[in-house]
């Protein structure tokens, strides 16, 4: 079914972040970017400009409530803490494995004072720890391994407690690394502390996007 001008204007501005981030901060001239729409889309009707015109207008208030909750967002990250830990490995399990193991070698990390993260997926256990522990891991698991994604980075924002009334702050931690290209490879969140997984050679340029001061 053929989209309508209000559609088809709402769908340009999601492809297009630069503009979407320009018109949510009220930064834009509504006339201009109704003609530049319009040539985009080939739309030559005058009453088309115009539904482009009053529907940038409608995603501009609508964008404008979001700029708001994310100037609260980033007045809670500004308070956060970044602890940054690297050499870490992620092993990937089959789910077929002794659970009790799991249990072993996470009693042993922690005796040498190292730290693990475990996660369960519907068909895998995901293993989060330090690169020093890599060879406990193979003896234990062998042939269990499907993967293991090595040179890794842990990020960890420790937000104050106020993150539980705050909405959006996971989806906006986690659009600042999809706007910036650097792939997350694993995330997690225990209350105050959000935990993100990445290629040690995007720390820097991750450091950069999460500087909230």
């Not at 803490?81 to 089959?94: D, G, Q, R, S, Y």
């Not at 980075?153 to 009334?165: R, Y």
Request: proline fraction near 1%; include cysteine; hydrophobic fraction near 35%.
């Amino acid at each position: 079914m053929e989209k309508n001008t209000t559609e088809q204007t709402r769908e340009y501005i999601d492809e297009h972040p630069y503009v979407k981030n320009c018109l949510k901060k009220g930064l834009i001239n509504y006339s201009a970017l109704a003609r530049h729409i319009s040539e985009e889309l080939n739309i030559e009707k005058k009453s088309s400009k115009e539904a482009i015109l009053i529907a940038a207008r409608r995603i501009h208030d609508k964008l404008k409530k979001e700029f708001m909750q994310e100037k609260e967002i980033t007045k809670l990250l500004s308070k956060s803490e970044i602890e940054i830990k690297n050499k870490i490995v992620v092993f990937i399990l089959e789910k077929d494995i002794i659970f009790e193991n799991i249990k072993k070698i996470q009693t042993q990390i922690k005796k040498e004072h190292g730290f693990s993260y475990v996660l369960e997926g519907s068909d895998n256990y995901t293993v989060i720890t330090q690169e020093k522990f890599v060879q406990n891991i193979k003896q234990i698991f062998k042939s269990k391994i499907t993967k293991a994604n090595r040179n890794m980075v842990l990020i960890n924002i420790k937000s104050p407690k106020d993150i539980e009334t705050i909405s959006g702050v996971i989806s906006y931690l986690t659009s600042l690394f999809a706007e910036n290209g650097v792939n997350v490879y694993e995330f997690l969140s225990c209350w105050t502390d959000t935990i993100f997984i990445i290629d040690s050679k995007h720390l820097n340029k991750a450091i950069n996007f999460l500087n909230f001061e």
